[in-house]
C-alpha cells in the first residue's frame, strides 16, 4: 500500500475562491493510502514545493496528489519537486482542480464535491502508480526547417551561428517568401529588399545551412531527436552545378521576355516565361523550367533555352529526387497567404481590374514590379486620382465566409500604403473605410496618426456593402457611415481590398506528417498559448512566423530568434530523456495474434519466439515486443489488445479502471 | 438520503475522457475562458481516444455513470496519427451495438476537440449534460451493486 | 469489547478483523508481520502447522502458515514471501494497517502425541522454515517434553535465511539443540556451510532415532527424503506440510484436493506415508 | 390424499407463495429453469429438466457472504493526537466486517425430480459436516422440498443406477412427494414440515378417492419405461470407494479428455457440483464479499501466483471424474457424486459427459 | 464417410500425418464428439454424419504445437475460422493438412426436443451422403422431422458450400442457406428501444457464465481471457447482476469484431439456447454497413476492419439512431 500525500493548492484565490480547499483536505484525508493531508496558497511556489519535500521526507510519502491547476501546467513541476526529495517522479499526480473546476464552477458546495472526487480519482491511480524510469535517446544535431520566408530565414541563421547545422525546404523556386514581394515596411519605411536580400544571400552562404530550394516535405518518420524526413527535390531541369545565372535563357525563349504565364511572384499582374526566375535578387539565382507550361515538355518540340544556355546547364532529362535527412527538430515557417476572394462578389475582385488586393498593390508600387513602381491602373494604366481602401474583407467575420480572427496587420500597412501614395503622388485622394482602426505596437498609432493628421487620408468608419464597378471605368464603392448612420456613394477610379490572411494553404498537410496539432483556422497550435508560444504539442516540433498565427514582420523576426533558441537548446542536449510511459507486453497473455503491430504508428511492435513459464508451465511462444524508444505512449495497442497482454505505464488498463470507479463512487 | 435530497432535480454522472494533447488541453482552455459547463462532468486524462478501450465505458455505465463521452482529437490530428481513427471505429461499433441492446444512445457521445476550441468543449458538456439529464438514471446498464 | 466477536458465530467463512503491529523485513523478498486482535491480544488460538487465510479485502485473500508458536500468547507471527498480487499488496502494508484473518484451519504436526518425548529432525528450505518454525518454538517452550532437537536450514543465500535474528539468540542457546545452517553458494561474509540441504544432511550423518519434519520447495522436500531413507529413515517417521491453491480453507471449494484428501482440512501436515498414497497430483 | 387439477396449478402456487418464497420451475425466455414464482409467470412442471438443477435453492450460485466496511474514526479517538504521531500510521479508519443475514424465512421448492432431491443428500454430506456451512444450513433448514414422479423419463436419464426411484420420489427424502397423472396433480407429505406445508394450503385441494391405485399405475408406467432407458443397465463396477490408484494412474483419461474446451457447462448444470470461490466487489458502500460456483474444469481453478497442481485439461477433466465417482465416495461411505439426471449428457458442448467416461473405462477392459 | 475413413488412413500410413481430427461416436445417436484418430483401429468409432456441427478448427491450436503433421476434417463454415486463425498466427498451416468435408447442413438435436420428441434409441437419415427424413425410433414410438426442420438456425444462413482453405475436398455439399442472414437482426433493430432492451434482458439474464460459448469459439482464442486475467480487475465467475452478462457478452463479441467468421458456434454450444449470434452478427452488419463488406476469414491477409481506417470513416454520432 502506498503512503499518499495529498497537497491541496488555493491557486490565491483563483481554487479557493470556488472551492473550500479545507474542506477537501479534510475529506481526502481517510481515502486509501493517504497519510497526509494539507493546504497551501501556492502549491508551486518554492515555499510550496518546500512544503511537499518536507513531507515526502517525514511521513516516508511514497505517491503524491497535488490538487492545482491542469497537469499540462505543472505536473513538471512537483514532478522535478519529488525527484528532489527522492521520490520517482512518475509517483506524482495531479488533480486539476482549477481548470476543470474552480473556474468553471460557480456553486461552492458542487465545486468543493466535485474537487474531492477529482481528488479521489488521482488518489486512487497514485494507488497503483509504480515508479518509472525515463529511457534516453540520441539527439541528431541538426535543424529543419520548413517555408524560406523571413521567419524560416531568421531561424535558420539563428541556429546555424550557433553552430548547428540546418536545412531549409522551400517549395518555390526561391527563398525570400512574402517579404520579398514587398516594396517598404511599416513602421519605418524601409525599403523590404533592402533588409531581406542581405539575409537571403546570408543563408546562401553559410557554412552550416543547406538550402533545398523547390523541394517539398514528403514524409516524417521519428520522433524528438530522431526525425526521418524524406524531401522531395522536384526536377528544376537545370543543372545547379552549371548554371551560372545568367538570365540568359528567360530573355530570349519563345517569347522572349515577357513570356505567356502569370507570375506567381507578381500576383499575376505580369507574365514570365516558362523558364524563369521569380525574381532579379532570387536566390539561389538559377532558374526552373514550369514543366506544365514549357512548351518542350508540353509538345517535345522547342529546345530553345537548352540551346541558347551559355553553360549548357538546361537538363530536361532531371528527375525529382527525394533524399533522406536525420533531424533532430523541426521548425514549421510556412507563412501565410490572402484568402481567396471569390466567395466576396460584392467587392467586384474578379469583375474590375482596379479592384485589387493590398499584396497587389505593394507589387505595383515596386520598382522592380510590373509597372516599375509607378501607381496606374490596371484597366487603363493611368495614374489613380482617387482611390479607395476596404478594411477587414474575411477578417473578424462571424459567418463561415470569412475568418473570426483579426488578420493584425491590414490597418498598419493600409496606412502605410495611403501614405506612401501621398508621399509620390500629393493629388491623389485616399479614403479608408475601416470597422476599427488596431494599432498596438511600438510607434504603431503614432504611424497611424500622422496618415490622418499630416497626411489627411480620409478615414471613415463606415461597412462597405458593395463595389460598383461602372460604365465610364470609375467605381463607385457603396457604404454605411456607422458614425452617423448616413449611406455614402463614394466614386473612384481604384479600390484595394485589405483581404484577411490565412495559412499557408500547404500547411495542413506537413501538421499531419509532423504529427503537430492545428486549430480550426488552419494555425499551428503552440503547446501552451502563453508560455510555451513557439512549440507545438508535439516535441521536436517549432513554429516560427505566420504559420502559427497573423503577426508583423518585427514579430515574426523575434518568434523565429526564439523558436531558434528553442532548437539550439534541443540540439544542444547530448541524450533526451524518453517519456517512460510506454506500451509494455504481459508475455504470459500474449496470444501473438499481431492485432496490436497492426495498429501501432510507430512501428514499435515486434514479435519473438520467447520460453515462457506460464505457473509451471513452460513454451515456446511467439509475443509482441515493443521497442521503447520507438513507443511514444499512444496506447493504441492496449485498446486493440483483447486479452489486456498489453498495458501502458502510467496509464495502465487497472489505473483507469480505479479512475472510473473513484468517480461513479 | 433525507428528504430534501430526495427531491432535488436528477444530475447526471459523466465521465468525459479526453486525449491528453487537444481535448484535455480544450478542457483547460475551457476553463481558463471560463466558460462553464456542469460539475457533473469529470474529466479522466487519457494520452490518446485510441487508449479508451470499450472497457472503461462498459465500467463506467456499471459503477452507474449515467452518461459517457470521448472527446478527442480531430481526424487527421491525432498527436500519434492515427490513434483517433481507429478510436472512431470502435466507438462506431460499440455506441452502435449499445443502441441494438436497447440503451439509449444519448448517453455515448464520441466529440473531437481541439486544444484551441475551449468554447466547443464547453458548449459539448453543456449539451451532453443536457441530454443526458433528460434521459435520466442510466439503469439499463449499471450494476444493482453499486446502487444504494 | 471489539466488536469483531460478533462475526464468531455467523460462520466459519467470516473472518477477524486483524492489525499489523510489527512487520519484519526477514530477507529482500520475505517479511514477518505481527498481527493482533483491534484490542489487543490474539485473534484466535491455534496448533503449531496449521494455517490461517489472510484476506485483504478487494485485493485477495491467502492461506499462510501461523509462523508463530501457540506458546506465545500476545500475538500471532506469519512470514510472507513476495509472489504474487496479495503478497506484492501486503509486502505494501505498514504497521497499524487492517486485514482481515479468518482461521485456524487444518490440521497440525502431532506435537502432543507422536512427537512427544521424541528426537526431532527439522529440516527446512527458504521460506519453508516458516511453518516449522511454529513447531520449534513449540518444543523448545515445552523444552522437557521433547529430545534431542536438530534443526538443518538452508537457504539461496545467507540473505535469504529467515529469522536468522532469532535462530542464533534464542534456538541456538538452548539446551539440546543443534543449528546446522547452510546456503546455496559461496558467498562474502559467511563462514558456514555451503552446499545444498540434502547433501549437508547426508554429510552429517544423522541417526535414525528421531522424526523428521521437513518444509521447501517441492525439489527440495524430494531430494531430502531421498536422502532420509538412504540414512535408514522410513515414510511413518517423516511429517510435511503441503501448499496448495486453497480458498475456503474448510475442505468444501473443492480446489486443495490430492485424491479424496483435502490439504486445508485434512493437512496441510501430512506423513510421507500417508503421501505415498495420495495420487500424483500436487 | 390429496389432489388438484394440472388447470388449476395457478391456485396451487398461489396458495403455496402466499405464505412462502416459491422456488420452482418456470419458463422463461424459452428455457426453462429454477426461479422464485410469483404471479404471472409461467411455472412449467411439464419440462423434465430444468436445465439449471434446482440446487440453487441451497447453495445459490451466488450469495453474498459479508461486508467489509472501512470507518472513519476520529484520530483522538482511535489512539489520541499524540499516538498519531508516534505510529508510522495512525489508524484513522477502521475495517468492519459486516456478515450478511442468514436465511431465517421458509421456503418451498416445489417439482424436483428424485435425481435432484438426491443430489441435495450428497450436497449435506459437503456442507453440513464438521465445519458446517452455516449459509447452507440455514436454507436447508428452511427449505421445504415438493418431489415430483417422472411422467416420461428421457433417454439421457440413468438415474436407477444409483438406486433413485424416478417414479416414486417419497422414497427420495423429500417433504412432499407430487405425481402428475391425466391432468391431475397428486399431492402426498411425508415428513412433518411436509404435513406443516400441506396443512397450510390443504383448501386448494380435492380429495381423490382413486389416488393409490392411479399412483400406482403411473409407477409401473415409469418403471417400465425406466427399464428402457438407453443406460438403464451402466455399470459402475470398478468405481467407488478407494479405487483411487487404479482409476487415477488409467491410460483412458488421455483418449477421453481430449475433447473437453474446459468450460464450465456440466459443473453449472450438475445437481451435485458444489465447488466454489470466494470473491470480492468493491462498491461505494464497502467490499461485497460473495462466493460463487466456479468449475474444477477452469483453467485457473487451481492456479496461484507460484504455479498449479492441476496443469494440464486432462488432469482437470480426471479431476471431476475422479471427484464424483472415487474421491466423493471414499470420503462418504461408497454414496456417488452423481444422480444419473442426465443433464451433462444433454448440454456438454462437445458431447462428452459423465457416461462416456464410464463406458470408456469398461470398454477398455 | 467411408471415403473419408480411408483417406485418413491412408494419410496416417503414409506418414503424410502423425493423426487426425474427427468425430468419434457417442453414446447417444446425436452426440458424437470431437476425437483424435492415430490408430486404425481407433477409426472403427470414426462417424461423420448431421450431427457432426463441432466446428474443429480451434483444435488445431493445440495440435499444431504437436510433433508431425495433424490432419483436421473441416466443413466449409469452419475453414474460415481457420484462415482467421492462421492470421492471427494461431495456428501453424504448415502442421496441417486439412480435408474439406462435405456439409448438407447440421442437426441441432434441441430442434427434435422442442417438438417434443424424446427417449431417442436410434436415428436415421443423418448420413453426410443421403437426403430425405429424419426418422427418430423412441421410446415412446416412432417420429418423423424433415432434415431442414432440424438444422441449426446457422445453416439456414451459411456462407456457402465452398472451402476456402484446404488441402482436399471429400464429399460433396450442398447449398443450405434459405433464409436472410441480417434478418434477425433487422427485426431487433426495428423495435423501440424498450423492446430490444427487454428482449437483451430476457435472453441475458439466463446465462450462467459456464463460458461455453467462449471456450467453444475459434475467435476466442486468447489463452487467458481478460474476464479471467486481473488486467482490468474484471475477474468474473457469475451473475451476481445481469450488468455482468451484459458486459462480458458485449466485450466478448466486441473483442471479436471483425474476427468473428459467424461460425455459429457459440449459439450451438449454449447450454441456455441465448442466441449469442445476434451480438456478434450485428457487428458484421455494422461493419459491412460502414466500412464495406467484410467476412471474416475468407482471405487471410486481409485487415481486420477494427485494425484499419479510412480518413472520412463514419462518425460515431452517425452511427446510432439511423433507424430514427
Known sequence: MQKIGVFVCHCGTNIAATVDVKKVVELVRYEPGVVFADDYMYMCSEAGQEKIIEAIKEYGLTGLVICSCSPRMHEKTFRACAEKAGLNPYMVEVANIREQCSWIHKDKEEATKKAVILARAAIAKVNLNTPLQEGESPVTKRALVIGGGIAGIQTALDIADAGYEVDIVEKEPSIGGRMSQFDKTFPTLDCASCILTPKMVEVNQHPNITLYTYSEVEKVSGYVGNFDVDIRKKARSVDFGKCTGCGECQTKGPLGKIGNIPSEFDRGLKNRPAIYMPFAQAVPAVPVIDRENCTYFKTGKCGVCAKICPSKAVDYEQQDEIVTVKYGAIVVATGFDIINLDKYGEYAYNECPDVITSIELERLMNAAGPTGGHLERMSDHKAPKEIVFIQCVGSRCDDDKGKPYCSKVCCMYTAKHAMLIKDHWPDTNITVFYIDVRTPGKNFDEFYRRAVEQYHVNYIKGQVGKVKPQPDGSIIVQAADLLDGKQINKKCDMVVLAAAIEPNPGVRKIATMLTASIDNNNFLTEAHAKLRPVESPTAGIFLSGMAQGPKDIPETVSQAGAAAVKVVGLLAKDKLKTNPCTAQCDTLLCNGCSTCANVCPYGAITYEDVQVNDHGLRETRRVAQVNVALCQGCGACTSACPSGAMDLQGFSNRQITTEVDAICR | MSMNEEKKEFRPLIVAFCCNWCSYAGADLAGSSRLSYPADVKIIRVPCSGRVNPMFILRAFERGADGVIICGCHPGDCHYSTGNYYARRRMALLFSMLEYMGIENGRTRVEWCSAAEGAKFSKTMNEFCEKVKSLGENVRLGDLRCKN | MCDCDNNKNQDILVPHVGIITDITQETPDVKTFRVNAPGGGKLFEHMPGQCAMVCVPGVGEGMFSITSSPTNKEYMEFSIKRCGLLTEYLHGLSVGDEITVRGPYGNNFPVDTELKGKNLLFIAGGIGLAPLRSVINYCIDNRKDYGQIDILYGSRSADDLVKLKEIKEKWMNTEGVNVYLTIDREQEGWDGHVGFVPAYLKEIDFSTDKIGLICGPPIMIKFVLQGMKELGFTDDQVYTTLELRMKCGVGKCGRCNIGSKYVCKDGPVFRFDQIEEMPDEY | ?365 | MQELINRLKELIADGTVVRAIGWKKGDMPYNPEPAYFEKPEDFDDFVYDGFCGANLSKMMIEASKLEGKTAVCLKPCDTYSFNQLIREHRVVRENAYIIGVACRGKLDIEKARKEGIKGIKSVTGIDIEGDGEVVFDTIYGEKKMAYSDLMLDRCHVCKGKDHVIFDEVIGESKDTDDADRFEEVRKIEKMTPEERFAFFKSELSKCIRCNACRNVCPACSCRKCVFDGTKFDSQQKANVDSFEEKMFHIIRAFHVAGRCTDCGECSRVCPEGIPLHLFNRKFIKDIDDFYGEFQAGKDPEAQSPLTDFTFDDLEPKDAVGRGE
Not at chain 4, 417433504?175 to 407429505?189: E, F, M, N, Q, R
Not at chain 4, 483453467?299 to 497442481?309: E, I, K, R
Open chain 4, 1 to 365: 390424499m390429496y389432489s388438484i387439477s394440472k388447470d388449476n396449478l395457478n391456485a396451487l402456487y398461489s396458495a403455496i407463495a402466499g405464505s412462502y418464497d416459491l422456488f420452482m420451475p418456470i419458463k422463461a425466455a424459452g428455457q426453462t429453469n429454477y426461479g422464485f414464482w410469483s404471479e404471472g409467470a409461467e411455472g412449467d412442471i411439464d419440462t423434465l429438466k430444468t436445465i439449471k438443477s434446482g440446487k440453487d435453492a441451497f447453495f445459490p450460485q451466488v450469495e453474498q457472504l459479508y461486508t467489509v466496511n472501512r470507518e472513519i474514526v476520529p484520530a483522538d479517538v482511535a489512539a489520541g493526537p499524540e499516538a498519531e504521531k508516534a505510529a508510522d500510521t495512525p489508524v484513522r479508519t477502521k475495517l468492519k466486517v459486516n456478515p450478511v443475514k442468514l436465511v431465517d424465512n421458509d421456503f418451498v421448492i416445489f417439482g424436483m425430480r428424485a435425481c435432484d432431491v438426491r443430489a441435495i443428500e450428497v450436497m449435506d454430506n459437503v456442507f453440513l459436516t464438521d465445519p458446517v456451512d452455516n449459509y447452507y444450513k440455514s436454507r436447508r433448514e428452511h427449505g421445504i422440498v415438493v418431489a415430483l414422479a417422472c411422467h416420461e423419463p428421457e433417454e439421457s436419464c440413468f438415474c436407477t443406477i444409483f438406486d433413485i426411484d424416478p417414479a416414486d420420489p417419497s422414497k427420495a427424502k423429500a417433504d412432499v412427494a407430487t405425481w402428475v397423472i391425466d391432468g391431475k396433480l397428486y399431492w402426498k407429505p411425508i415428513t412433518e414440515k411436509g404435513e406443516a406445508l400441506t396443512a397450510k394450503i390443504s383448501s386448494v385441494f380435492e380429495d381423490d378417492a382413486d389416488a393409490d391405485s392411479k399412483i400406482d399405475g403411473e409407477k409401473a408406467y415409469i418403471e417400465g419405461i425406466a427399464k428402457q432407458l438407453p443406460n438403464a443397465e451402466l455399470s459402475l463396477e470398478g468405481w467407488g470407494a478407494d479405487k483411487t490408484d487404479e482409476k487415477f494412474k488409467s491410460e483412458v483419461w488421455e483418449k477421453v479428455y481430449k475433447g473437453c474446451l474446459g468450460c464450465g457447462t456440466c459443473t453449472f448444470v450438475c445437481p451435485t457440483c458444489q465447488c466454489y470461490d470466494i470473491k470480492d466487489y468493491t462498491t461505494k458502500d464497502g467490499i461485497q464479499r460473495y462466493r460463487c460456483w466456479d468449475s474444477c474444469m477452469y483453467s485457473d481453478f487451481t492456479l496461484m501466483a507460484g504455479g498449479q497442481n492441476r496443469q494440464t485439461q486432462l488432469q482437470r477433466f480426471r479431476q471431476r471424474f475422479m471427484h464424483k465417482l472415487v474421491y466423493y465416495p471414499t470420503n462418504n461411505d461408497g454414496m456417488f457424486m452423481c444422480v444419473g439426471c442426465g443433464r451433462c449428457v444433454e448440454k456438454c458442448p462437445q458431447s462428452l459427459n459423465i457416461v462416456k467416461v464410464i463406458k470408456a473405462f469398461a470398454d477398455n477392459k
